[in-house]
């Protein structure tokens, strides 16, 4: 137990900083792939937007089609050679950051589009500058909109954490992995990490369902 309790808790960590930076980069991604239509567009330049948004759009699209244990054995296996070096952990929060970033760009934008046009209108109508428009009117609604599915993706994140296992993270099935070696016993560690996960997901999904309804309300 003591060393499947060390995984656990670089399992946890590896879920919460992938968490940030998916939250973060997805914030970039909608705000580059924003629809022209929306309201706030029509004072934007025409003539950058596709230079901005088909560059991204590809790279988005790309991370999303392609799985993520090969983008972690890209970021482990493949950067070195072109001088590029993390440390293991390091280079699994970047990967389960990058990969999820894609799905809450599109969570990011539904929230968005969900926002009424009349704050748009309103904020227009009080001259508000684009950055206050942003942070005080429009994301403070898409956030709260958003939060069910983003912690969704949190606990999808948490699950898909023993990938890390296959580029040495020391993870939970890393550790069931090695125990196993040296004791020829499987089933034990491996059902011991099914019961964690279930231990912390479940409970996890409750608690987002209550902060659901409370949003809701």
């Not at 808790?9 to 924003?34: D, E, K, P």
């Not at 009080?126 to 942003?134: A, C």
Request: no cysteine; net charge positive; hydrophobic share 50%.
């Amino acid at each position: 137990m003591p060393d499947l309790l060390k995984g656990l808790w670089i399992t946890v960590q590896a879920t919460i900083y992938g968490s940030l930076v998916a939250f973060a980069l997805g914030l970039v991604w909608a705000l580059a792939l924003r629809s022209p239509s929306l309201p706030h567009a029509r004072t934007d330049s025409r003539g950058w937007y596709p230079l901005v948004t088909w560059p991204v759009s590809i790279v988005v699209e790309f991370i999303r089609n392609t799985p993520l244990l090969v983008q972690l054995f890209f970021l482990f296996f493949v950067l070195p050679a072109w001088g590029l070096t993390f440390a293991p952990l390091t280079t699994g929060v970047i990967g389960l950051g990058l990969h999820y970033s894609t799905y809450t760009a599109e969570v990011y934008r539904a929230g968005i589009d969900g926002v009424p046009p009349g704050q748009w209108e309103a904020a227009t109508a009080l001259s508000l500058p684009r950055r206050r428009t942003w942070t005080a009117v429009i994301l403070p609604q898409a956030f709260r909109r958003v939060v069910p599915a983003l912690g969704n993706y949190v606990i999808a994140m948490f699950k898909d954490t023993p990938l890390l296992a296959g580029i040495t993270v020391a993870d939970m099935l890393f550790q069931a992995n090695s125990i196993s070696a040296t004791t020829f016993d499987y089933l034990e560690p491996i059902t011991v990490v099914g019961i964690l996960f279930v231990v912390i997901s479940y409970p996890t999904s409750l608690l987002l369902r209550a902060l659901e309804r409370r949003l809701v309300r």
